[in-house]
């Protein structure tokens, strides 16, 4: 009888185990893994592996191991059919050198010029060769495929017309904010970090 009740209980919990073990994937995961990913997003996820940085960098920007300009996030706008990139520029970037003791209006001025340096390596402004050669131009699309119907180079350009960059930067209990828009006009914004 005790060897039945052993036997049992044994079967028992084999087959909870076993249940656990064989679990299928949630709705909401099983949806995402049948979803395609596709060349857009690739090439979105190919530009922030280039220049990203994790965001604790941004509380610790003294810390030499961190890069002084990298980017944060990159997502797109449907609906606007706007591509925002954020980055954040730390206070040892060479640009950014007398940023903590300047008025408000330098410092909108120190920040719109590394702004300015960064957007044609992104590849939205005219590089120095006089034409935009920058992460956008040079991020492979394609790996090995192709077709007579995808032209890259439209594809690139269309993309560099819809990239907005926004350049944060931090000091003294406020969020500093250079704005490129799509149409390549500049805007400048101070802010508390309590104030969202």
């Known amino acids: 009888m005790k060897k039945a ?3 049992a209980l044994s ?3 084999f087959f909870l185990i076993a249940s656990i073990a064989y679990a299928e994937p949630s709705k909401p995961i099983s949806k995402m893994m049948k979803t395609p990913a596709s060349a857009f997003d690739v090439f979105l996820f190919q530009l922030h592996e280039q220049s990203k940085c994790y965001r604790g960098w941004t509380e610790n920007q003294d810390k030499d191991d961190h890069p002084d300009l990298c980017m944060t996030t990159i997502k797109y706008d449907f609906d606007d059919n706007i591509i925002e990139m954020h980055y954040f520029v730390t206070l040892k970037h060479k640009k950014m050198a007398g940023f903590k003791s300047a008025t408000d209006k330098k410092k909108e001025e120190i920040l719109k010029k590394v702004l300015a340096d ?8 005219v590089s120095s060769m006089a034409f935009k050669f920058g992460m956008i131009q040079l991020t492979p699309i394609r790996k090995g495929w192709g077709t007579k119907d995808f032209d890259e180079s439209e594809i690139r350009e269309e993309i560099s017309k819809r990239t907005v960059i926004h ?6 209990g406020f969020s500093y904010v250079a704005t490129r828009n799509h149409n390549g006009e500049i805007f400048f914004e101070k802010k508390s970090k309590l104030s969202k």
């Open 5 to 7: 009740k052993k036997c």
């Open 11 to 13: 079967l028992i919990i």
């Open 118 to 125: 960064l957007a044609p390596l992104v590849g939205v402004e």
């Open 167 to 172: 350049l944060h930067s931090k000091f003294d």
